[in-house]
């Protein structure tokens, strides 16, 4: 659990940029493992990072903090 909320933390601290890259390159190794190919994904994934600021508005109420508290 705890590599977890490493983890998660440092995401956190990357760029919209580097958020994308990251995504990507996850994305590759899921493929590289099942041996799929499917590009679709990626700019699904980038507008749904693109959308963040606006669902931020939600995610950085103190209520939402509350509600997630037990995975700390």
């Known amino acids: ?20 890259w990251l ?15 499917d590009d679709t994904s990626l700019p699904i994934a980038e507008t749904t990072l693109l959308s963040e600021p606006a669902l931020a508005e939600d995610w950085n109420k103190p209520d939402e903090d509350d509600a997630w508290s037990h995975l700390q």
């Not at 995504?23 to 190919?37: E, F, M, N, P, S």
């Open 1 to 20: 659990m705890q590599n977890i909320v490493q983890l998660t933390r440092s995401i956190d601290k990357l760029s919209l940029k580097e958020l994308i």
């Open 23 to 37: 995504l990507q390159y996850i994305v590759g190794l899921l493929q590289k493992r099942t041996g799929t190919a």
